[in-house]
Structure formats: structure tokens, C-alpha cells
């Protein structure tokens, strides 16, 4: 009898699929398999086999690209046309032709981070023709969004990464919800303010915010709710003093390219939310054909395409000078 890894159930060994290398406790049973298809794998990589020693992947559910939404099958992904997560996370599977659009050199799985692979466990990877400019790999880990906190998140990240300063997300918040900006945003601001006031009074003069937002929570009538509250309530970017940055309505990819090759950042501001770029692609006509980006509400990096329509269409900051 064996356990299934996914469900937990027990099975006869005629109805998991297992390991092939005998690995104890890699089982998973045909249900579970058609629910995540073709991507089950061990965790020493192989893929789960039929008791009969065929892939796991036979009369598994269509797998569908999740950029053209094209249905595959386990066929296609056994003759090497779909890229899919090692770990089976099966709503992360890319088809070979929307791969080679992205123009980058990998792609992870958004809910792991594993890079797709192919039935072979081979990486999806690409030969990157583009020439790179800026921080092929940040200078540090991209700070993290709470809430609504992208935009301090993003000023955060880009202060660390353009300028090397040390600053938190809840920092940034703190700034906003000081600033003159903050001003019109209401009964949040003014809870927020009050309770932070107080708080200040109850901890040795010239404490940080964290410890500040300590006492808020613990010490002050109301506090806990007015920082919950202003997590969860929108804000724009607002700078340490001295930090040197610019304001740039509509970026363009030549904003972009020149900024990168200077050694700062550029914060972009798509809808309501706030992402830091920290690289670019250019192909051999001089254009801009992908960002590279950190993005702090799924916490992860990625490359994404730079397209004609993208021109002049988000605004954004650009960290580490004060023009270019």
C-alpha cells in the first residue's frame, strides 16, 4: 500500500504512480496526476512513473500555456514542446513559441519559483542575443509589500539598490504618511498620526519607526488598528531627504536604457501599483525590447516584454541621480 504525497490517501501500488529510482514516500496517486498533470515529478527530480513503468503524464488533463491559454497534452509535453514546473505546480506551463517571445534567459514558476523545465528536466533557457544594460543581478533582495504597500516597497528597494541606503518598507510608508502628500487622504492619516505621536512619547527619544510601531501596537489605545489601516491604504512614493531621484510622467524606453546605464533604478508606476527595474534588454536597432523587474507583491523577479504600446504609457521615478 502506498501513501499519496498530494492527498494523503492509501493506494494499491497498481493505482500511484512512484519514483524510478525507488525513492521512499514519492507516491502519487492517478487522481492527484490527472490534477497536475505531466509535471509530477520526485523530489530528486525524476519523473513518477505507472506501475507499469509508463509516464505519469498518459490521459493526464490538458495542459494550457498560460500566456497563449493553448491546450497540450502529455504528448507534447513528452516530445519537448511545453516548458513546466519541476514541482508540478501544474498552472505554471509554458508552450516552446510564447517561451521564446519572453526574450530572457529563464522563467520561473510563480507560485515556487523553480525554474520550468522540460520533460527531460532540462531549464528553459534561451541564448539572450539582446544586449543587457543595468543590474543583471540586484545588489540585494527586493524589499517586501504588506497591504497596499507597494509603493514603499519599491522606493525601499530602489534607495537600497541605486544608493545603497538602508531602508525598510515601513519606513517608506512612515515617510508618505508624514508628508504633505498624505495630508488629504483622511481619517487614516490622521489615526495613523495621532497613534505614532503618542507612541513616540512612550519609547527613548529618537527611536526608529519599527520600534515606534512596536509601541503602537502594544501600548496605545486604537494604535494596532491605525497601522493596520495604513498598511492597507494606498500611498505614493515620498524620498528620504538628500536622496537624489526625479520625477518622470511617461517613461519611455530611452529613459529606461539611460538610467540603467548610469547605475540607478527606475521605478515604475503601473495602475495603482509600484515595480522597480533593475535592467533592460536592447536589441541591435537601439530599442528597448524587455525590462527586467522586482515586483513586491508576488516578491519575485522577471523579465517582461517592452512593447510600443508601453511607450509613454506608465509614469515613474528614476533613483541614484537627480537627471540624466
Not at 538602508?166 to 508628508?179: K, Q
Request: hydrophobic letters at 40%; glycine letters at 12%.
Amino acid at each position: 500500500m502506498y501513501t499519496c504525497q498530494l492527498c494523503q490517501g492509501v493506494y494499491e501500488a497498481a493505482d500511484v504512480l512512484r519514483c524510478p529510482d525507488g525513492c521512499a514516500g514519492a507516491a502519487v496517486c492517478q487522481g492527484c496526476a490527472q490534477e497536475f498533470g505531466c509535471a509530477v515529478r520526485c523530489d530528486c527530480g525524476k519523473l513518477l512513473d505507472g506501475a507499469d513503468g509508463a509516464a505519469g503524464a498518459t490521459g493526464a488533463a490538458p495542459l494550457r500555456c498560460t500566456v497563449c491559454c493553448e491546450d497540450f497534452s502529455g504528448e507534447d509535453y513528452g516530445a519537448g514542446r511545453l516548458f513546466a514546473c519541476p514541482r508540478g505546480c501544474n498552472d505554471e506551463v509554458m508552450c516552446r513559441g510564447c517561451f521564446s517571445g519572453y526574450r530572457a534567459g529563464w522563467f520561473p514558476c510563480s507560485r515556487c519559483e523553480e525554474v520550468l523545465t522540460d520533460c527531460h528536466g532540462a531549464p528553459a533557457t534561451v541564448v539572450r542575443e539582446d544586449r543587457f544594460v543595468g543590474m543583471a543581478a540586484p545588489p540585494g533582495p527586493g524589499r517586501q509589500q504588506q497591504g497596499m504597500q507597494c509603493y514603499a516597497a519599491a522606493v525601499a528597494t530602489a534607495c537600497a539598490w541605486a544608493l545603497g541606503v538602508d531602508l525598510t518598507t515601513d519606513e517608506a510608508m512612515h515617510l508618505y504618511l508624514m508628508s504633505d502628500q498624505a495630508a488629504r487622504d483622511g481619517d487614516t492619516v490622521d489615526a495613523y498620526r495621532a497613534a505614532y505621536l503618542t507612541a513616540t512619547e512612550l519609547v527613548v527619544a529618537g527611536a526608529g519607526v519599527a520600534r515606534v510601531h512596536e509601541a503602537m501596537r502594544k501600548r496605545v489605545e486604537g494604535g494596532e488598528a491605525a497601522l493596520r489601516a495604513a498598511v492597507n491604504a494606498y500611498g505614493c512614493p515620498v524620498f528620504p531627504e538628500g536622496t537624489a531621484h526625479f520625477y518622470v510622467p511617461r517613461l519611455s524606453g530611452d529613459h529606461i536604457e539611460q538610467a540603467l546605464a548610469q547605475g540607478c533604478v527606475v521605478m515604475m508606476g503601473i495602475g495603482l501599483h509600484w515595480i522597480v527595474v533593475h535592467g533592460c534588454e536592447v536589441d541591435a536597432a537601439g530599442r528597448v525590447v524587455a525590462v527586467h523587474t522586482y515586483n513586491p507583491s508576488r516578491r519575485n523577479y522577471g523579465p517582461d516584454l517592452w512593447l510600443a504600446a508601453h511607450e509613454g504609457a506608465f509614469e515613474g521615478y528614476v533613483v541614484g541621480r537627480s537627471s540624466l
